[in-house]
């Protein structure tokens, strides 16, 4: 069995975590232009039906399809929006 020593030890473990500081950062921490602000807004909570009447209920389906739509637009215009950014 091989005797490193304490210096050994050392150097390799030295030489292993340089090359960490070497590597290139990731492309996508990195964006050409700042994010607009209507993309990154969060989607709205959703609110509970008012009643219980059918009416009621129909009404607050509604809404909530109306506002789930909305949302995943604006989710699929940011991610448009990154991968354009990100190819130029």
Known sequence: ???????GVIAIV?????GCAWR???RAAV???PVPVS???PCP?????PGPE?????QAYVKMAGLY????ARQRALARWVTEDLHR
């Open 14 to 18: 030295a030489w292993m975590s340089a």
């Open 31 to 33: 964006l050409a232009r």
């Open 24 to 26: 290139e950062p990731p």
């Open 54 to 58: 059918l009416g009621q209920l129909l």
């Open 45 to 49: 909570p959703l609110k509970p039906p």
């Open 1 to 7: 069995m091989w005797k490193w020593g304490k210096w």
């Open 69 to 72: 739509h909305q949302c995943t």
């Open 39 to 41: 993309l990154v807004r």
